[in-house]
């Protein structure tokens, strides 16, 4: 493996933003033809919307491109080394993962941002979209290797599946040692598929049931901003609020008052029967608890102290993001130790969970797993390392 | 999840220690029915030698439990942190990684010396052993319980699968979301077999066929020196040299020389036609380049440059250990950035690649796999992160 120097790949990434915008005419008209034919097969307004490009969709992945070139590319540093007594030295340099298949569905957007993403940082990538974006995702997949043509670089670095039946998605799943790691993006189902068939690593962008645990110490008014934030700010993404946990002291004065807030946002609410006796709302059944509603709604249940918040959130939370909301220290540390997820807030919206938040400047999702990377996947998550060791004729 | 003190934890590993010596006579006799066993069905002396407890292999196990007991614990520490300008503070700190399964062959140390690294990093254990030591297997777990009962923590933390037909491994790696990684320990039919069926991630732990590579300007003592150390000091080992690579220019001083060296040892050479012109030695099948001979055993290669030496490297090496000897300084670079193994080594013997030397005090194995850990897998290596992220009621 030869490594790219960062000046390429980043003229590349110009090259492509400028090439998106001077082919918009041939993007709008091969995507006519995934959204014809999808209209034709009966596919839902929702689904066709998200298939649609328009040109501001268009004018956004360019400026993705100009975004990622700006960031720092994190192949070649060297982030840990040690020197042993005899002198031989030990040094921990990042390098790209290889080949990265990506498998998505409709959304046409994810040929250009996780390619980008992955060229960043230096990994050849093999592209397998939904067969709805076929004639759109052809066409992008074309644009980004001309860009990597202007960059002197090889356009085979880029490959994409044309797969209308889906055989071929198996066949990638089996190429141990050609693919280096599969990344999923899409339905909890499809990424249960790919986990379940593939012999490749499977980095898991996975589903977000997250908490919020209002301590009986917390402050209300802050907490009702924070609780708002979580549950309206954005409800369709992973990283939103989608159960309420709420002391039992601090209850009967916190949740009418919070009620007041979310129903000015058409917050539909689900209560636990200690919550009923408080709110005049619809009762929460069991399911409502393993949900992600990606939605307006919230599902509150009282808890008697930290103790049982934590073991809710141990039973119930997906391990993505889940928030305390507390001036007790005790409480605090508890929860942080014992709550086991990527990321454990204390008085935060955990809509924090996020590549560009957290300053990784952009995400290629949010990993739900515990190997390699957990939380945001920036640039540094689709490297890994090698040691380079330097010594003096050394022998053991 | 509860953090466990890593005093309770060395406290289990001290117990484990003094339970083994004490329970010798117990395990010698469990160990006698295994290896009664294994001589009916007409296993192999060899295999029976690796199955066979003795005392002084009952000591190591305990020396290795103290050892582990005076590692650092590296679970809790945070080893990143950043501020967001809006005071937002997000630490990285390491966690367990969950559940582990073990799937390894017939040597029964194994039981003790897999299962105290996952303890000491908190995690816990799912054994499936050789059915060859199935009675040995059991009565060192059993004595693991013990010694974890004894610390008062919970003995269900180390379970043993008993499974004479191999029927349970198959369960054991569909236990997607209950096991959050398999390590298979063994022959590579093994670890293949389990790379396969695998829906739990999987660390995989590989074979070596590693390279030196003698360039023009290295110096011809020494080298002698470095590669006799990578081929004779323990040959059984995958980061033992299997492959010798010669620049042409040096090759008619070297090879003389060196055979010389090697012929000492017993060292059985095989080379490529250019080779046969210099050295009477038998030929080198096109096989050879692709085997891990765990065996006093080298080929060798005549190549006419590093670029040629880097090509043999990146078809056949396994990307676990591969080394330059050189005094030229444009060659060493080409070779460290060009060459993707876990470990590149410059001017030093391939043996180094182990968790001992590397200063990690101990291992599960040599990572061959590219996702979260590559190289010796240390205590650090079975660890993972979360995100702590404390705020004063910050919003999005």
């Not at 700006?70 to 840990?80: I, Q, R, S, T």
């Not at 066409?139 to 209308?164: T, W």
């Not at 993404?237 to 916190?254: D, Q």
Request: hydrophobic share 40%; glycine share 6%.
């Amino acid at each position: 493996m030869k490594q790219v120097l960062t000046r390429k790949k980043n003229q590349a990434l110009l090259a492509l933003s400028e090439l998106l915008v001077e082919n918009e005419q041939e993007l709008l008209a091969q995507n006519a033809r995934d959204v014809e034919n999808a209209r034709q097969r009966g596919v839902k307004d929702a689904l066709v919307d998200r298939l649609a490009l328009t040109s501001p969709r268009i004018r956004d992945m360019g400026a993705s491109c100009r975004h990622i070139m700006a960031l720092k590319d994190p192949v070649g540093e060297v982030f840990d080394s040690f020197v042993r007594e005899d002198g031989l030295r030990i040094e921990k340099i990042r390098v790209p993962i290889g080949a990265i298949g990506i498998i998505y569905e409709s959304r046409p957007n994810v040929t250009v941002d996780a390619t980008i993403l992955a060229l960043k940082t230096g990994n050849a990538v093999l592209l397998r979209g939904g067969s709805d974006a076929l004639y759109s995702n052809l066409a992008l997949a074309n644009l980004v290797k001309r860009s990597l043509q202007q960059a002197e670089l090889p356009a085979s670095a880029v490959e994409i599946i044309e797969d209308p039946d889906r055989e071929l998605v198996g066949e990638m799943l089996r190429q141990r040692g050609v693919l280096d790691l599969v990344i999923p993006r899409g339905s909890s189902s499809l990424i249960s598929r790919v986990v379940e068939q593939s012999q490749v690593p499977v980095l898991e962008t996975g589903v977000g049931v997250c908490h919020i645990f209002v301590d009986e110490s917390a402050q209300l008014q802050k907490s009702i901003r924070v609780v708002d934030n979580a549950k309206t700010q954005r409800p369709g993404t992973c990283n939103t609020l989608e159960t309420l946990l709420v002391h039992a002291a601090i209850a009967p004065r916190f949740l009418p008052a919070l009620k007041r807030a979310l129903d000015e946002k058409n917050v539909e609410l689900r209560g636990c029967p200690r919550t009923l006796d408080i709110l005049d709302i619809a009762p929460a059944t069991e399911q409502d608890w393993d949900t992600e509603y990606l939605d307006l709604v919230l599902s509150i249940r009282i808890v008697d102290s930290v103790d049982e918040a934590i073991d809710h959130v141990q039973r119930h939370s997906t391990s993505h993001s889940d928030s305390i909301l507390s001036e007790n220290y005790r409480n605090i540390q508890l929860f942080l130790q014992r709550v086991d997820s990527a990321a454990v807030y204390v008085n935060a919206s955990t809509r924090f969970t996020d590549g560009g938040e957290f300053g990784f400047g952009a995400e290629m999702g949010i990993s739900t797993q515990r190997l390699h990377a957990r939380g945001p996947v920036g640039l540094r998550e689709l490297t890994t390392y090698k040691y380079l060791v330097h010594g003096d004729y050394h022998v053991r």
